[in-house]
C-alpha cells in the first residue's frame, strides 16, 4: 500500500511527533490510535493486506459505498480504506458526499474534518470539526480532533482548551493526553510532553504506541537509558527490537533530535 498523503504528513494513526515541525523519520506516532472505540474499522486497521485481500476489500468496501452513498458505516470504512492505502484525495472526497447527504451527523462531520485536515485543509477542517461540536456537543472526539487541528495551525494555547474540554467529557483519556503531549512538544516544553505521555501511559486502554512516544520524548532529552527501558517494557521480542530501532532512528545525526534542536 501506498503510506504518504499529498502534504507529507502521516497517515492519522501514524502521524509523526510534532506532525510537521519535528520528523521522526515516520518511525512513531504521538497521536497514536490507541483503542479504536469508534465502531468503524480504521486506516489503520487495513494495514498489512496483501495484495489480493487490498483487491477483496477495496471491491466490497466501494460497492457498498457506491451503492448507498449516504449510509454512514460504509462511507466511513471506505474512506478510512482509501486512507490506508494513500488516496487522501478520494478519501476526502467520499466524506464530503457522505457529510453533505448526512448534515444532521456529527459522526458525518467528524470524519470529514479528519480527511480534511489529513489533506493539510485546516481552516475549512476547523469550520467542519466546529460543526461537528455543535452536533454532538458531548463527544470528546470533536473537541481532541479541533484541538489536532488548532495545533497544526500554530494555535497551541487554543488547542489545549479544547483538550482539556475533552477531557472533561472523558477523564484519563490517553488519546487526549497524548494529544496534549504533542502540543507542548510543538512549542519545545517537553518536560510537560513527557508528563502527560506518563499519566497516557498509565492508563489501562492506552495503546502501545504511547508507550514508544514516551519513550520517544525521553530521547529527545537525553535520557537515552530510560527511553530504552520505556519502550521495551512488557513487549515482545520482536516489537521491543521495531521500538529500539526507532529510538536509534529519532536520535542518529539528521534524526527528530537534530532537527528538533534546531527548531529551539
Known sequence: MKTNNPTGHASRAAIVL?????????????????????GYRMAEDFAGLSLSQQAEVSYRLESAYLSRPGRLNSGIEYSEYLKATGDYKKANEVMRQVAALNPGSGEAQLFYARSQAALGYYPDALRTVRQAASLSPNDWRVYNEEGTILDQMGQPMEARMRYRKALSLSPNNPDVLAAMATSYVLTHDLPTAENYLRDAVDQRDAGSDVRVNLGLVLALQGKQEEAQRVVTAGVSADEAQQNLAALAAATAPGGAWEQYAVGM
Open 18 to 38: 510534532a506532525a510537521g515541525l519535528v520528523a521522526l523519520s515516520g518511525c512513531a506516532s504521538v497521536r497514536g490510535g490507541g483503542i479504536n472505540t469508534s
